[in-house]
């Protein structure tokens, strides 16, 4: 009895001695320390991979920022040269070839007009008016022309791009694609990028030209992108399907707002044709009563100042229609 008496007691100390060294550090508290230790190291990690992260993200905002401002001052306002702007009405007319276009233009309107009223005074005018007025109107008539054209079809370029991305193909094979098959004045612009491109330049500076030949802000906000991508990574067809809608959605309003102006557009041009209406039915049945305008100083100077009081009223009616988007 006592033997075994000897070997329970040995066993009991032995059992407390074992429940005192596993709950050693629980009840001196070393474990609660080594708990907040890993809790703060974990703490710290994934704060020092959130301190990552927002850097990388302001980085990469710093990057955006920068190539945005470098579009801007490149952009920015900046006196058109005489070939920049036949380039973009897409003439291939030289300087000399222009000049010589407007003498011969200033020579014809002012013999017509002297030959018409046996004036030198207007035959001055007509050669002024046809040698500054005539050729300046063509080439602004038929820019203006060309970057509608282009307007109207570059989102079509656009989505060709979109789904040649998603499809797995180069930004480059998606270009030249559209430089061969899309309509004019897009296929154009496309071969000139490149072209760029093949002669050397990067794909940013190469889509950087083409807003200073199509001066417009859906050709800016697509060199925007393609720089910003080319400079900072994303998802480009991503970016592009979103520029894609905005062009879209603004030429719907355009298309909107051209149709809630066109009865004020069909006034404006009632109104601006009623005297040339009146006075040429007045005339076909009272010419003496008419001839006086022309003839008499006096009715010459009513018809300049009527002139020039219904010119104030066109360009004022046509700024009240017109609207930018």
């Known amino acids: 009895m006592e033997s075994n008496q000897i070997i329970l007691l040995a066993l009991a100390a032995l059992a407390i001695v074992a429940?005192?060294?596993?709950?050693?550090p629980y009840l001196t508290g070393s474990i609660r320390g080594e708990q907040r230790q890993a809790a703060l190291i974990r703490g710290t990690g994934r704060k020092a991979q959130a301190n990552d992260r927002s850097q990388e993200l302001a980085t990469r905002r710093r990057q955006i920022a920068d190539s945005i401002k470098d579009l801007e001052n490149k952009g920015g306002k900046k006196r058109i040269s005489l070939e920049t702007r036949m380039a973009q009405a897409g003439l291939t007319w030289t300087r000399s070839k222009y000049y010589t276009i407007s003498i011969v233009a200033g020579l014809v309107a002012g013999f017509l007009m002297f030959i018409l009223t046996y004036n030198p005074i207007y035959g001055i005018s007509g050669l002024a008016i046809?040698?500054?007025?005539?050729?300046?109107?063509?080439?602004?008539?038929?820019?203006?022309?060309?970057?509608?054209?282009?307007?109207?079809?570059?989102?079509?370029?656009?989505?060709?791009?979109?789904r040649g991305i998603k499809a797995g193909l180069p930004l480059g094979d998606c270009l030249r694609i559209i430089a061969s098959e899309a309509e004019e004045p897009v296929r154009t612009e496309?071969?000139?990028?490149?072209?760029?491109?093949?002669?050397?330049?990067?794909?940013?500076?190469?889509?950087?030209?083409?807003?200073?030949?199509?001066p417009t802000a859906e050709a800016n906000f697509f060199s925007i992108v393609i720089s910003i991508q080319q400079k900072a990574g994303g998802n480009l067809s991503e970016a592009l399907g979103n520029l894609s809608r905005?062009?879209?959605?603004?030429?719907?309003?355009?298309?909107?707002?051209?149709?809630?102006?066109?009865?004020?557009?069909?006034?404006?041009?009632?109104?601006?044709?009623l005297p040339f209406i009146v006075s040429g039915m007045v005339y076909l049945s009272s010419p003496r009563y008419m001839e006086i305008l022309w003839l008499a100083p006096?009715?010459?100077?009513?018809?300049?100042?009527?002139?020039?009081?219904?010119?104030?009223?066109?360009?004022?009616?046509?700024?009240?229609i017109s609207f930018d988007i």
């Open 19 to 24: 429940v005192a060294f596993v709950m050693k």
């Open 130 to 162: 046809g040698g500054f007025g005539f050729p300046n109107w063509l080439v602004s008539f038929k820019r203006k022309r060309r970057i509608k054209k282009f307007i109207n079809e570059f989102p079509n370029a656009v989505d060709v791009i979109i």
């Open 190 to 214: 496309f071969r000139r990028i490149v072209e760029a491109q093949t002669l050397g330049l990067t794909m940013s500076e190469a889509v950087e030209r083409l807003p200073e030949s199509i």
């Open 246 to 273: 905005v062009l879209r959605d603004r030429k719907k309003m355009e298309m909107k707002i051209q149709a809630m102006s066109s009865e004020a557009k069909a006034s404006a041009g009632i109104i601006g044709s």
């Open 298 to 320: 006096s009715g010459r100077m009513v018809m300049a100042v009527s002139g020039f009081w219904m010119f104030i009223g066109v360009m004022s009616m046509r700024k009240m």
